[in-house]
């Protein structure tokens, strides 16, 4: 019996000895940002010379549930504008929107634009007016620049 109790009693140890090591947890990695990532939100444009003379406003785009959402400011309108086909690739973004010119009359935009970091070129195509340069960069907010 006492044999049986020291090699019970040296395989218990072992046993212990074997369970006690350390364990490294190895946390999965997150996940890359989606492609268009650089393409969200708000930026500040410039369309100069168009038939409304320069025109600012800013562009927000947005991660909706059914894909890339938005809106539209402009310096001569009260409300933002909704985009719609919001679509992101090969680094540029592309959008449609319809903005009210006057009392009954609407007018469809096309705008596409480049993004590098934080600036962004392109055009706008307004359908019976041509197409006019838009220049943008990213609006960052004061806290996240510090």
Known sequence: MPKF???ALAFAVLLIAGCGG???????AAPPPPPYAEALGE??????????????????????????E???????LMDPVPLRNVVY???????????QAGPGQFIDTSTAM?????????QI???????FP???????EESAAE
């Open 5 to 7: 109790f020291s090699f």
């Open 134 to 140: 838009i220049m943008a960069d990213r609006v960052v």
């Open 43 to 68: 930026w500040a444009y410039l369309a100069p010379g168009t038939p409304q003379g320069d025109i600012r406003g800013t562009v927000t785009i947005l991660e909706g549930a059914d894909g890339l």
């Open 70 to 76: 938005g809106s539209m400011t402009f310096d001569f």
């Open 22 to 28: 350390t364990r490294t947890i190895e946390t999965p």
């Open 114 to 122: 480049s993004i590098t970091g934080d600036s962004a070129e392109g």
């Open 125 to 131: 195509d307004v359908p019976g007016f041509g197409q």
């Open 89 to 99: 690739a090969d680094g540029t973004i592309s959008f449609d929107n319809t903005v």
